[in-house]
């Protein structure tokens, strides 16, 4: 199975501020990357797909990347309605599997 | 709009079954693979299975086979897990998950989800 790894597992920001979440996998998945939000107590949300591409509806300060098997992810203001855990999932191949979690928090 | 509304869950007893239901609507069900994803409270997300736009393939992950078994009926627009066997570890909340096509493992609108509680 594809092992994903997060960094960090939780960080504190201030709104306004610029947030950095990386991911990576522990074999190539090539661009098969998604991003997933899940605030508390809601389901999740799919952000971001093939590493890059934002989903519908998905705001513009979410953006993201992608460099060999490292992926990021960038709040570039965050917003109070941002705070909330964020997932990596890679899409490449059965058994799909998500990254640990990164839970943004108020500072 | 996407809709996705599970149902089923409940408390039940190890080695006990339940059977997991998922009404879908606002899109072309026979369309799109489907899958369920489960997460215990507090903790991280786990892929459980998925069935083939068509309902011909399935797969699962490796803690379920042979316990688990999806299905669907496109004619009702609804997805099911039968989970049979259950144990301690399988309490979750259950999330019925759509896949963008036809088995691209991108999870593109989620269900609210069921919650499963495996206790004696």
């Known amino acids: 199975d594809i092992q994903m790894t997060q960094s960090p597992s939780s960080l504190s920001a201030s709104v306004g501020d610029r947030v950095t979440i990386t991911c990576r996998a522990s074999?190539?998945?090539?661009?098969?990357l998604c991003w997933v939000q899940q605030k508390p107590g809601k389901a999740p949300n799919l952000l971001i797909y093939?590493?890059?591409t934002l989903h519908g509806g998905v705001p513009s300060r979410f953006s993201a990347s992608a460099s060999g098997r490292e992926f990021t992810l960038t709040i570039s203001s965050l917003q109070p309605e941002d705070f909330a855990t964020y997932y990596c999932?890679?899409?490449?191949?059965?058994?799909?599997?998500f990254g640990q979690g990164t839970k943004v928090e108020i500072k | 709009q996407v809709q996705l509304v599970e149902s089923g869950g409940g408390v039940v007893q190890p080695g006990r079954s339940l059977r997991l239901s998922c009404a879908a609507s606002?899109?072309?069900?026979?369309?799109?693979?489907m899958h369920w994803v489960r997460q215990v409270p507090g903790k991280g997300l786990e892929w459980v299975a998925i069935s083939w736009f068509d309902g011909n393939n399935e797969y699962y992950a490796d803690s379920v086979k042979g316990r688990f078994t999806i299905s669907r009926d496109n004619s009702k627009n609804t997805l099911y897990l039968q989970m049979n066997s259950l144990r301690v570890e399988d309490t979750a909340l259950y999330y019925c998950?759509?896949?963008?096509?036809?088995?691209?493992?991108?999870?593109?609108?989620w269900g609210q989800g069921t919650l499963v509680t495996v206790s004696s």
């Open positions: 093939d590493a890059s």
């Open positions: 999932q890679q899409s490449y191949s059965s058994p799909w599997t």
């Open positions: 606002g899109f072309m069900f026979s369309s799109h693979a």
């Open positions: 074999q190539t998945i090539r661009t098969h």
């Open positions: 998950v759509r896949d963008a096509g036809y088995s691209t493992g991108r999870f593109d609108s």
